[in-house]
């Protein structure tokens, strides 16, 4: 999800809580268009209220790629009033590209990150890691890979991971695609711009 879409869920949080109610379709929308997983609709059916059910669905949303903005507008077919001010919202939005936002130099793009821009991000990440992995195109098999080769090191896991993800892709494997993979993850844009200095 990008941030501008990630702000307007968090600026309507309350207002959306108080509107939506996403126990029916709205949930069963998402998991079928693969933004949810099963545990996650478990995970929301276990809270106690309607408006705990909701304020879990939009902590969860960001941190479900790029297409869960679009697939949560149309979620909303039975709030139209909901999904209307959303729509208007998202239109006043300046679109702005990630290299923009990040302020990645148009020549280096392209270029795949180096050893040590992975050893800089590897030192920076937490658990998100593994998603973003999935995100980048490798399996949970290569994850299990790498952790099997490193059982005590988190940090060699994830630049081992990396790294595996730059020799398989090869030229696919540039910057501009790894920096959109984080914001998918939901990762602070600060740490992208510190694993390019």
């Not at 268009?33 to 669905?57: A, D, N, P, W, Y």
């Not at 297409?67 to 709030?79: I, R, T, V, W, Y």
């Not at 990630?98 to 793009?109: C, E, M, N, S, T």
């Not at 914001?183 to 711009?193: E, F, H, K, M, T």
């Amino acid at each position: 999800m990008n941030p501008q879409h990630r702000q307007l869920l968090r600026n309507l949080r309350m207002q959306l809580c108080a509107e939506v109610l996403v126990d029916g379709f709205v949930v069963q929308y998402l998991y079928q268009e693969g933004i949810l997983t099963e545990s996650h609709l478990q995970e929301i059916s276990s809270q106690l209220t309607s408006q705990r059910k909701t304020l879990l669905l939009l902590d969860i949303l960001p941190s479900r790629g790029p297409k869960a903005f679009s697939a949560f507008l149309e979620s909303l077919q039975e709030f139209p009033w909901v999904q209307e001010k959303l729509w208007a919202q998202c239109k006043e939005i300046p679109e702005a590209p990630a290299d923009k936002l990040l302020g990645i130099p148009a020549h280096v793009q392209n270029n795949p990150p180096t050893d040590k821009q992975i050893n800089q991000l590897a030192s920076m990440l937490g658990s998100e890691w593994e998603h973003i992995i999935l995100c980048l195109g490798l399996s949970q098999n290569a994850i299990h890979q790498c952790k099997v080769n490193h059982p005590c090191n988190v940090q060699s896991q994830m630049v081992a991971a990396f790294i595996m993800w730059r020799q398989r892709l090869g030229k696919k494997a540039t910057l501009q695609c790894l920096c959109n993979s984080l914001l998918a993850a939901d990762v602070d844009p600060s740490l992208i711009q510190q694993m390019l200095k």
